[in-house]
Nanobody, 122 residues
């Protein structure tokens, strides 16, 4: 069992930066691939990025490549999402997720956080 709690969301102007954190509880955190998804108003939840259990491989949606960076610190049971050059279209609730295999599909993840709001003003 893994519990996830996101933090770090907020309001930022276009071109600005935010760093999201996902704190996990549960002794199996370090063995789980993890991911970030987001849901914008009136849209379906979409994949943002994923990271393997040891951080050795990362995957990004085309829309965030070169702007967002995912990382994790297994000693701190925490995953991060550094978001730079934010755009209004990045406005969404951001969720972290975990499960036993890496995937870009939200249905493949059993464990989810409650989400954190990111709002980018133009």
């Amino acid at each position: 069992q893994v519990q996830l709690v996101e933090s770090g969301g907020g309001l930022v102007q276009a071109g600005g930066s935010l760093r999201l954190s996902c704190a996990a509880s549960g002794r199996t955190f370090s063995s789980y691939p993890m991911a970030w998804f987001r849901r914008a108003p009136r849209k379906d939840r979409e994949f943002v990025t994923a990271i393997t259990w040891n951080g050795g491989n990362t995957y990004y949606a085309e829309s965030v490549k070169g702007r967002f960076t995912v990382s994790r610190d297994n000693a701190k049971n925490t995953m991060y999402l550094q978001m730079n050059n934010l755009k209004p279209e990045d406005t969404a609730v951001y969720y972290c997720a975990a499960d036993s295999s890496t995937s870009t599909y939200s249905s493949r993840y059993r464990y989810w956080g409650q989400g954190t709001q990111v709002t980018v003003s133009s």
